[in-house]
Nanobody, 120 residues
Framework: QVQLVESGGGLVQPGGSLRLSCAAS????????MGWYRQAPGKQRELVAL??????VSAADSVQGRFNIALVGDKAVSLELNSLKPEDTAVYYC???????????????WGQGTQVTVSA
């Protein structure tokens, strides 16, 4: 089995910063793409930022210039959240496409989610 374990998150004032981390464990032969999604109350889950296997990055327009995503080794990813706004409040989910064997097929996995609340 594969687990994505997240850490970080919490309550922060507007303009503040947080750092989220996510590490994959279990039957992980390799990871193709890895990143973060978020879901605010009453809204659909949306992409925050994703790192592709070729090193490319996709990020939501709303976070560009404020959030920074980076791979940490070959099985973990971090997300630095800067200049936080109340509208960034959401549950943040780690996402990874994991190869469990040498075969070139990956499977999507999600973390359990970590709450980020931006409030004065």
């Amino acid at each position: 089995q594969v687990q994505l374990v997240e850490s970080g998150g919490g309550l922060v004032q507007p303009g503040g910063s947080l750092r989220l981390s996510c590490a994959a464990s279990g039957t992980v032969f390799g990871i193709d793409n890895m990143g973060w999604y978020r879901q605010a109350p009453g809204k659909q889950r949306e992409l925050v930022a994703l790192v592709y296997s070729d090193g490319g990055v996709s990020a939501a327009d709303s976070v560009q210039g404020r959030f920074n995503i980076a791979l940490v080794g070959d099985k973990a990813v971090s997300l630095e959240l800067n200049s936080l706004k109340p509208e960034d409040t959401a549950v943040y989910y780690c996402y990874a496409e994991v190869r469990r064997t040498i075969a070139p097929r990956s499977y999507p996995y999600w973390g359990q989610g970590t709450q980020v609340t931006v409030s004065a």
